[in-house]
């Protein structure tokens, strides 16, 4: 029987996302039960209130490092940068969602308090060094998205959206624990250091398919070609915002808990899973840049492009070494930024009655809106991966430590992926520039929680661009001590 | 006697792919819930299996951990199934459909 202390680092450990959780059960239960219901705005800043806590707690957290519950629980530089990366999305989330929501008719107040429910599972997997352990994180964070995806109840797309991802995301779910089984079994263990430390002794076909395992089970949450069927219908179906919190949120904690999971548990097996990553490395953002070049709906080309950069995160993994896990993380930091914000761009767009979210409907948007223009643009730039802005520093650095490890193949398939990009990047806004408008100007409504959520989305997309070696030295230094 | 362990993986592994056909190939919604849960009690069975194998607790304790969620995804399984049906009145996944291709 192993004991397990309850000490301060323990405390310490499980009190970020401790914090979120009971910020979002407070907020849930204040929006059930007070005596005069309270309006959406409110439940939005209880809500931020409780990203706020979990915030603070980790800031003043940065720099420890220490294991906890067995060396089950993370507190290191990876599982509170990873943080910080959940927390900003989920409450821009919440500024864009304010207002949107209800433009559509959905005045569910549960879905600010779901978000962050969401946003704990996130940061349970950023911190998980046990596969029971990512297990549950993966589990928290997907009851929540799953609900999520369908919180427009009246709309088919939405419910539609929620099914597919729900029957997936379970299916998914299956292959992981199946996974866990194998590894159980091999090593007796199911903890990273447990793992590392049977593996010499474990027969190698359980190994082997244990490696498949999680990596099918991973693969479907991170939108990893093959696995990636589900992406473009869930991500068009469910309501703007909560696509966007998808495809920053849900795929930063599912490569986080990959990158913890293949370099730090099953480093000794690098030799047989950089292969597989590498194949599906090329293959993912040859088929997420290729399909999002045939889109019409700027909503499915950004799903087909989140695809593309999965990718890209994806090669980082292959690569392996510290410095390439620290370019992942950093990666992940600049893709928050950007993708929130072009997200935040089609929500601007949307009205009560039309999402207008098709490329026809952002002709002459810069004569219409030129600030929203502008900062699509800027997005747009980025993700394309475009000096000085943040999605070149990513892609820059995940390039240069697959060059450094001696990947040459992979970081010229990369290069020339992103110029594949260009085309359907740039063809927004040539089409917001240099086109005539279609149609008369749809009724736009002024949302101040919507402005306030992509000023800071472009602000971070410059200065991240700008300056990215304090966050780069923290990511590397905080995969240091992973790959061992 | 004992049942050796080769025969419970084996199980294990039959229920699983059961569940996993199952849910490629039905069509009827509640039907590949059910074959979700064919899939999570096939693991079950692996886990209580190798525990008593391995002789360690960690493995009895951990299908709580997948009961508790399986009870969980359920409810939001059924929910959501539930959603879907009063919009289209139909549980079968032919004919949902809107967002192919």
Redesign the interface.
């Known amino acids: 029987?192993i004991q397990v202390p309850f000490g301060t680092a323990e405390w310490q450990s499980i009190a970020p996302f401790s914090l979120v959780a009971i910020g979002g059960m407070i907020a849930l239960l204040w929006a059930v039960f007070a005596e005069e219901r309270p309006g959406t705005t409110s439940v939005m800043w209880m809500s931020q209130a409780g990203l706020a806590a979990g915030l603070v707690a980790t800031i003043a957290l940065l720099g420890s490092e220490k294991a906890s519950f067995g060396g089950t629980f993370a507190l290191d530089g990876v599982s509170l940068l990873a943080n910080l990366v959940f927390l900003l999305s989920a409450s821009m989330t919440l500024f864009m969602a304010q207002g949107h929501l209800e433009s559509m008719g959905v005045r569910a107040r549960e879905f600010y308090p779901l978000v962050l429910f969401a946003t704990a599972g996130m940061m349970i997997m950023g911190a998980a060094r046990d596969l029971?352990i990512l297990?549950?994180g993966i589990?928290v964070m997907s009851?929540a998205a799953?609900?999520l995806a369908?919180i427009h109840?009246?709309d088919?797309?939405s419910?539609?959206?929620?099914?597919?991802y729900?029957?997936l995301g379970?299916?998914a779910?299956?292959f992981l624990?199946?996974g866990?089984?194998a590894f159980?079994?091999a090593t007796?263990?199911?903890s990273y250091d447990g793992i590392r430390a049977g593996l010499a002794s474990a027969p190698r076909a359980a190994l082997i398919g244990g490696v498949a395992l999680l990596v099918v089970a991973l693969g479907f949450k991170a939108a990893i070609v093959p696995f990636q069927a589900w992406t473009?219908?869930v991500y068009?179906?469910a309501p703007t915002a909560v696509t966007a919190l998808m495809s920053v949120g849900v795929k930063a904690a599912a490569f986080v808990g990959i990158t913890r999971l293949f370099l730090d548990g099953l480093g000794p097996l690098h030799q047989d899973w950089q292969r597989i990553f590498w194949v599906l490395a090329v293959l993912t953002m040859t088929v997420g840049n290729v399909f999002a070049l045939v889109q019409g709906n700027v909503k499915r080309m950004l799903a087909y492009s989140s695809i593309a950069h999965a990718g890209y995160l994806l090669a980082g993994v292959a690569v392996g070494t510290s410095r390439a896990g620290g370019a992942v993380l950093l990666y992940l930091f600049t893709y928050a930024f950007m993708t929130l914000g072009a997200f935040g761009v089609l929500i601007a767009l949307g009205t009560g009655e039309k999402p207008n979210d098709d490329l026809d409907d952002l002709r002459g948007l810069a004569d219409r809106r030129p600030l929203l223009a502008g900062a699509m643009t800027i997005f747009l730039l980025s993700l394309t991966g475009i000096p000085p802005l943040a999605g070149f520093v990513g892609k820059f650095y995940v390039v240069e430590s697959a060059v450094n490890a001696g990947w040459f193949w992979l970081a010229i398939l990369l290069v020339l992926n992103s110029a594949i990009a260009a085309y359907y990047y740039l063809a927004v806004i040539v089409a917001m520039w240099m086109r005539d408008p279609i149609g008369d100007e749809p009724a736009w409504e002024s949302r101040p929680y919507l402005a306030a959520a992509l000023l800071a989305a472009t602000v971070g997309t410059v200065l991240v661009g700008l300056f990215p070696s304090g966050t780069l030295d923290f990511a590397r230094h905080a995969f240091a001590s992973i790959v061992r | 006697m004992t049942v050796p362990i080769g025969h419970w993986l084996a199980l294990s592994a039959v229920l699983f792919s059961i569940g996993a056909v199952g849910v490629l190939l039905r069509r009827n919604l509640i039907v590949v819930l059910m074959a979700i849960e064919i899939m999570l009690n096939a693991v079950n069975v692996a886990f209580v299996a190798l525990s008593r194998h391995l002789q360690s607790m960690d493995g009895q304790v951990i299908v709580f951990f997948v009961m508790t969620v399986a009870a969980a995804e359920a409810a939001v399984g059924l929910a959501i199934i539930l959603a879907v049906f009063a919009q289209r009145r139909t549980l079968n996944a032919d004919e949902l459909g809107r967002l192919r291709g």
């Not at chain 1, 419910?159 to 597919?164: G, H, P, R, Y």
């Open positions: 029987m029971v297990f549950l589990e009851l799953y609900v369908g109840r009246r088919p797309g419910t539609e959206a929620a099914l597919k729900f029957v379970a299916f779910t299956c624990l199946y866990i089984a159980y079994g007796g263990a199911t473009p219908d068009q179906g």
